[in-house]
């Protein structure tokens, strides 16, 4: 035995995952990549404040359910994890939060200067039983802190995602 838990998330429905990032290319040029960089953490904010909200039933539930951001060599990227991909759209779209009024505010300061920052999206919509996790001597992040973990030894990850292999 080897002393460390071996857990896993509980979630077998469908998810969304949402990857989102900047790139400073013309780092003299603050005046354009500070607001990019600036408006995340307020985003991320709202979102947690929206999802509390929900859960104590003082608001609606945007469907978001958890964030996490990395900081790497090609600029910071934030993952975050939704019940489905038409959250994320609802949300960026609604001129009442916070992204709405980001993005129309990143496209007027882009004029003036196109390649002063990049911005980025990826959007994945995840089928059930299409996801898996395991968290070993460490507190669960990702799928693990949004749905809560069970104990892996009891709900083998690697046959959630059993399936025939594909003819070729």
Do not use: C
């Not at 003299?28 to 995340?40: E, F, H, I, N, T």
């Amino acid at each position: 035995m080897t002393g460390f838990a071996h857990s896993t998330h509980t979630h077998d429905g469908d998810l969304a995952v949402f990857l989102i990032g900047m790139r400073v290319n013309q780092p003299w040029r603050v005046d354009l990549w500070l607001p990019v960089l600036g408006a995340m953490p307020g985003m991320i904010a709202e979102l947690y404040r929206a999802k509390a909200a929900a859960a104590r039933g003082e608001g609606p539930d945007l469907g978001f359910l958890e964030a996490r951001t990395l900081i790497g060599a090609g600029g910071p990227t934030v993952v975050q994890y939704w019940r489905d991909a038409e959250s994320i759209y609802a949300y960026a779209g609604d001129p009442d939060r916070r992204h709405r009024p980001a993005w129309t505010a990143f496209y007027r300061r882009s004029r003036r200067a196109t390649r002063a920052v990049g911005i980025w999206h990826e959007t994945y919509a995840v089928p059930a039983g299409a996801h898996e996790s395991v968290y070993v001597g460490m507190p669960p992040t990702g799928l693990g802190k949004a749905f809560g973990t069970s104990d892996a030894r009891v709900r083998r990850s690697h046959a959630r995602l059993a399936r025939p292999a594909a003819a070729s």
